[in-house]
């Protein structure tokens, strides 16, 4: 037996499509409240036309949420009531889409009942947002072009300072070029200075225009 559970707030008549698929072996209880107590014809037609079990439950209280809980409360009594038969396999289904239900199947299910949260009669289940997880960027790691033990041991000569040896290495690795490679260095440190490390790492841009 299929047992509903309709929060006629939440869903309104829309929480009841799928009525015209249902069976004598599915029973429907709409909770409802002035707040939301009118059908269309044509849902009214449909019900009346079906072959399940209808029930309504009107709930009285005006306090916030009280609609929740007498269905919560009336969902347990359901389930006490029908697990007289040990042999009978039992199907409940909330039709809501409000997310506070989400903590009850996990709870039920440790008792060996199936419940289900769903948003309609079609019994299609509440998709739960994806949690994408944030994307943490990773630092880039420099890599020296060519041979990197080599050209790292060239480097390593004119530099004592890490900073100053990764900057040079992150401009080798961005650069295009051999002659842009010999015009930042001369413009970074002095002309001689310059020469002197790019003659030492030439051998090493063979990548390089």
Excluded at 163 to 172: F, P, Y
Aim: aromatic share 12%; with cysteine.
């Amino acid at each position: 037996m299929n047992y509903f559970l309709v929060d006629y707030e939440n869903v309104n008549v829309g929480g009841l499509n799928g009525v015209s698929n249902l069976t004598e072996n599915d029973t429907v209880i709409i909770f409802y409240s002035v707040n939301a107590d009118t059908l269309t014809f044509g849902m009214h037609r449909r019900i009346n036309e079906s072959k399940a079990t209808f029930k309504f439950q009107k709930i009285l209280l005006k306090e916030k949420n009280a609609l929740d809980f007498q269905l919560c409360s009336y969902l347990g009594f359901l389930i006490r009531d029908t697990m007289i038969d040990e042999n009978a396999a039992n199907n409940f289904f909330i039709v809501s889409n409000d997310k506070g239900y989400s903590i009850l199947p996990d709870y039920w299910k440790k008792f060996g009942v199936n419940l289900n949260i769903v948003s309609n009669l079609s019994k299609n289940e509440i998709n739960e947002p994806k949690i994408v997880p944030p994307q943490i960027s990773q630092p880039k790691i420099i890599q020296p072009v060519n041979n990197p033990s080599e050209l790292e041991t060239a480097l390593n000569n004119f530099f004592n300072n890490k900073n100053e040896l990764s900057t040079v290495a992150k401009m080798i690795n961005n650069a295009k070029t051999k002659t842009e490679i010999n015009n930042f260095l001369c413009k970074k440190f002095d002309s001689k200075k310059g020469g002197e490390i790019y003659r030492a790492i030439k051998p090493f841009l063979s990548d390089k225009k």
